[in-house]
């Protein structure tokens, strides 16, 4: 159901509908003004209700355009992985409390290509990263120093990174790694 909403429309309708937050918190977190933040839990509702899918790619599809966006994360190319995102994609982390993660919604595809960026040339030689399914689609693990250290789920509009979710806490990664073997 969420796949159908544009990053914006999602956090909107999520921090709305399901976490029962007033437009003025929406409005502070979103960085929008209250009316936009109405406007887009409306749009989220009318097309949560209409059950289209807004942006669906090809699995073929989604495939090249991950394997052209780990290529890039893992040699740390910065003009490609800015290319690869839309201007206004997002990336959404949780570490579970557990490990690292950013508190709120990271966004804009200068700010998303150099965290990218960072991890390579921070890591070098000890990233893999593996296409794997999740979730029913393909997305990225990626393991530093061989230990599996994110799982992302990354979702395309227009051969474009418009949105990465990243699952960093230890325990879902755990069961993970189970479940591939």
Same mark, same amino acid.
């Not at 209409?50 to 942006?55: D, G, H, S, V, Y």
């Given at each position: ?72 994360a893992r040699g740390g190319d910065m003009a ?15 570490? !579970? ?35 794997? !399914?999740?979730? !029913? ?13 994110s799982v992302q789920a990354i979702y395309f509009?227009? !051969? ?22």
């Amino acid at each position: 159901m969420l796949e159908k909403l544009t990053p914006d429309e999602r956090a909107a309708f999520l921090l709305r509908e399901v976490f029962d937050a007033d437009y003025p918190d929406i409005a502070q977190t979103l960085g929008k003004t209250q009316a936009a933040c109405r406007q887009l839990v409306s749009r989220a509702k009318s097309q949560v209700r209409a059950e289209k899918t807004r942006f669906s790619v090809s699995r073929e599809e989604h495939l090249q355009l991950l394997e052209r966006f780990a290529a890039a994360a893992r040699g740390g190319d910065m003009a490609a992985l800015k290319a690869l995102f839309s201007d206004d994609a997002a990336l959404i982390s949780d570490g !579970g409390g557990v490990v690292p993660s950013f508190g709120k919604i990271v966004r804009g595809a200068q700010r998303l290509a150099q965290l990218y960026y960072a991890v390579a040339r921070r890591h070098g030689d000890a990233i893999r990263i593996e296409i794997a !399914g999740i979730n !029913g689609t393909p997305g990225l693990l990626r393991f530093v120093n061989g230990q599996l250290e994110s799982v992302q789920a990354i979702y395309f509009e227009n !051969g474009l990174v418009t949105e990465i979710r990243t699952q960093r806490n230890p325990h879902k990664l755990a069961r993970v790694l189970s479940q591939m073997t």
